[in-house]
Structures are given as structure tokens and as C-alpha cells.
């Protein structure tokens, strides 16, 4: 049995030349710094992996969660669907949700694009969801115009052969990325490989030259003829190349000298090179700096501002992304009208102690949020409903703008009335205004 032979129900037809574009060809081939870059190389680099796991983790440790819409407007999490415990714990039995998402995050930031299986029991309900390597993927229409996918596996027989699987676009949860077509997204290591090849360049120079001793390179001049220069050369670098031989003193014969003709890391600004990729690499990623290290220009008023920054213009549409795809792909269309996926951003969202307490006191005091409201918040225990946890609470002093006249008529009515003798409500004044 293949690894693919719980895709019951699905050909494998010969591929269309109705191939719809794709990132891949931006992939192969150097650079113009000389380095070739593929999704694998570039995380090779210390940015580019601390940014595709920053954003790969921060989507993966967000609540998610299948909420259903009441006939008030109201939203309740949907626990007896069958997507709520896919999405929110175990997706298929080898994984948490966790992992699902970190890997379907970490394939949407490299190639631009995050498939999984859809698997399906026999009502139609989603029952398992499976990875799927972008790189063996291919999107396209067949002669009717309608969308496919192909996926490219190994067979048994015999060992070794890849072979093609057609699915329908029913059968493959697809998050694409930024693209040109609306359906296939563009790898950002691919449009961005000058300056990811720029930086392991950098890197490459740097590894060399404290390889070599943090010594540049040079020539050994002689007044004379030298009758076997190979073995000159082999001789100096086995003495004196290398970290181990660095600070050797050096003992020239015969009139001979030595001349660096290497240019110095201070010449290159090796140090501001390097300092300046990593925050090109940041800006690819929309990742604020000193989430990659650098604190130059961070303070403390500023981190937390920028952090928020990062939730609103980072992780949201990265976000939205998900919750619609999941959405399109996973749900019925009978259920889409009243049932949804929603990602938490609260929890991101928080400001510090004083700022919440706060923000709290304030909705607390106008009504719109109950403590039960306010304590779920903060992951806390309900307050039994007899103990007034439900209730929502106005300040005393506040009413309706057109019952301010009315009231104030009626005290003063009530202050001149004879005794005994009833005088209208508030009300009933304010009713009889408005015929």
C-alpha cells in the first residue's frame, strides 16, 4: 500500500498543459551575487528561519475555533461540529493542531502556497486533514475550464516512481500567498532570492575570512625565480592559513615579501552589509526588528506600539487568509450562512496590567460587559448568574436623552403638586410628547 492510497476515489489522469503559473521557475539558478537560493538554502539563514517561525508559531498558537450564529445575531462555539475538534486539536491522529498549522504556515511562507488533503467519510463530513509538500503540487484547468489539483507521489511498483494524483478542488484545503492570478501564490523566497543570496553571501565572506585567520589574502613576492611556486603556496597556507595558525609569526628567506590584496571587512563594511540584510530579509516578512534582534531603534514606548503594529498589518492578513479558506473549503454550503471559523487576536491584542484593568472598568461601568465577560477574558472562573456574574450595569445618573426634559418637568411638577394628588410618570409624559 502507498502512502496515498486513502485517496479512494480519485484518478490519475495525464497531466493538462493547462498548467497555471507558479513560483518555481523563480527558483532555480544564481543569483546576482553568485548564490543560488532555494526554500531549503534560505532557511539556512539565521532571518529567515527566526521570521518564518515567528510568524509560523504565532499562527499556530492562536485559538481557533467553528462558531454557529444564532437567530438573535449572537455567536457560540460550535463544539458538536465535526470541524471543531480537527481544527482545534488533532487534525488527523498524527498531529495537534499546533503542528498542523506551523507546517501549512511554514509551506505558505516558503513556496507561497499551503495545501492538505481533505479526507471525507461517506456523508460528506471532514473527517481527517493531511500536509501536502507544495513543491509536488501543480494547479491547473482542465479542457472544460474546470480548476484541478496534481500531486506528484511515489508508488511501490515499481520502488522508486513518481506518479500523479488528480483531486478536485473539493478534496485540497489551498491558502495561497500573494500572486498574480488569484489562485496560485508567489514564493516570497523566490521574488526575494537577490536579497536572501546577498545575505548568505555575506555570510559566506565572513566564514572565510575568520577561516583564514581573520587574515586577508596576499602575495608572496620573490626577487628571483621560484622553481616550484605550487609548493611555496602549499607550504605558507599549511604554516600560516587557517584560524588554528593565526598570529604565527612569519619568517621570509631570500628577499621575499608578503603583500595582502585582500579587502579589509572594515573596506567592505562587512559589519553594516550584514546588519542591513537581515532587516531587508525582516522587511520581506513585514517582521518589525527587534522581533529579529535588533534593538537600535527600540524603546520602550515604542516596542509595544510596534508589536501591535505587527498583529494589525502582519499577522491579520495572514489571518483572514486562513479563516476564508478553511471556511470555502471545509464547510458546506448549506452550513456557511450560519456557521463560521474564527482565529482568536485577542490574547495578542492585550495591552499591559493597567491598561486592560482600565479598559474593563470602563465597559464594566456603560454596560456592555458583565464580570463573567470581563473574567473570561482573563482565563478566570464564573461567577454563579445568582451572584449577579450576568448582570450588566449602567451608572445610576444615565438616561435616554429625550427623557432629560421629561424628568426634570416632572420634579419640578412634583415639588409644586398639592398633596395626595398623583402626578404622571416620566413615561407617560414622554409618551404623550412623541403623539
Given amino acids: 500500500m502507498g502512502l496515498f492510497d486513502w485517496l479512494r476515489g480519485t484518478n490519475a489522469r495525464q497531466v493538462s498543459n493547462h498548467q497555471l503559473s507558479s513560483s518555481y521557475s523563480f527558483l532555480f539558478g544564481p543569483t546576482s551575487s553568485g548564490r543560488t537560493v532555494t526554500e531549503r538554502s534560505a532557511m539556512q539563514m539565521t532571518a529567515v528561519y527566526s521570521c518564518v517561525r515567528i510568524l509560523a508559531e504565532a499562527i499556530a498558537g492562536l485559538p481557533l475555533h467553528v462558531y454557529r450564529t444564532g437567530s438573535d445575531g449572537s455567536k457560540v462555539k460550535a463544539t458538536d461540529h465535526t470541524l471543531y475538534w480537527l481544527l482545534h486539536d488533532e487534525p488527523n491522529p498524527e498531529m495537534t493542531s499546533f503542528v498542523f498549522r506551523e507546517t501549512l504556515m ?94 548568505m553571501a555575506t555570510e559566506d565572506y565572513g566564514a572565510s575570512f575568520f577561516a583564514n585567520g581573520a587574515a586577508p589574502g596576499g602575495v608572496l613576492e620573490h626577487p628571483g625565480t621560484i622553481k616550484d611556486p605550487s609548493r611555496v603556496r602549499e607550504s605558507w597556507q599549511q604554516t600560516f592559513g587557517g584560524a588554528r595558525n593565526a598570529n604565527k609569526v612569519a619568517v621570509l628567506e631570500e628577499g621575499m615579501k608578503y603583500t595582502p590584496i585582500s579587502v579589509s571587512p572594515e573596506q567592505a563594511q562587512f559589519l553594516e552589509t550584514r546588519k542591513f ?5 525582516a522587511r520581506i516578512f513585514r517582521i518589525p526588528p527587534h522581533m529579529v534582534g535588533d534593538l537600535e531603534k527600540s524603546s520602550f514606548s515604542n516596542i509595544e506600539q510596534q508589536s501591535l503594529e505587527f498583529v494589525k498589518y502582519t499577522l491579520d492578513p495572514w489571518v483572514i487568509r486562513w479563516e476564508q479558506a478553511l471556511t470555502k473549503t471545509l464547510l458546506a454550503a448549506r452550513e456557511k450562512p450560519g456557521v463560521f471559523v474564527k482565529f482568536n487576536l485577542e490574547g495578542l491584542l492585550r495591552g499591559d496590567y493597567v491598561s486592560r484593568m482600565n479598559g474593563y472598568a470602563v465597559a464594566r461601568q456603560n454596560g456592555w460587559m458583565s464580570a463573567n465577560d470581563i473574567r473570561a477574558l482573563d482565563n478566570l472562573d464564573r461567577i454563579a448568574a445568582a451572584d449577579g456574574g450576568d448582570l450588566y450595569l449602567v451608572n445610576g445618573n444615565m438616561l435616554p436623552l429625550s427623557m432629560a426634559g421629561a424628568y426634570a418637568t416632572t420634579q419640578h411638577t412634583q415639588q409644586d403638586a398639592p398633596p395626595g394628588e398623583e402626578q404622571p410618570s416620566v413615561e407617560q409624559r414622554v409618551e404623550r410628547r412623541s403623539r
Fill in 106 to 199: 511554514t509551506h505558505l511562507l516558503l513556496w507561497g502556497n499551503a495545501y492538505a488533503q481533505v479526507i471525507r467519510n461517506g456523508l460528506d463530513e471532514v473527517i481527517g486533514l493531511y500536509p501536502l509538500m507544495p513543491n509536488r503540487m501543480s494547479v491547473g484547468r482542465d479542457d472544460a475550464g474546470r480548476l484541478y489539483y496534481e500531486y506528484q507521489t511515489t508508488s511501490d511498483e515499481p520502488a522508486g516512481q513518481w506518479s500523479r494524483i488528480r483531486l478536485s478542488p473539493a478534496d485540497v484545503l489551498h491558502i495561497p500567498g500573494l500572486g498574480f492570478d488569484g489562485l496560485v501564490g508567489y514564493s516570497p523566497i523566490a521574488m526575494a532570492k537577490n536579497a536572501i543570496g546577498m545575505a
Fill in 277 to 281: 540584510q537581515i532587516n531587508e530579509i
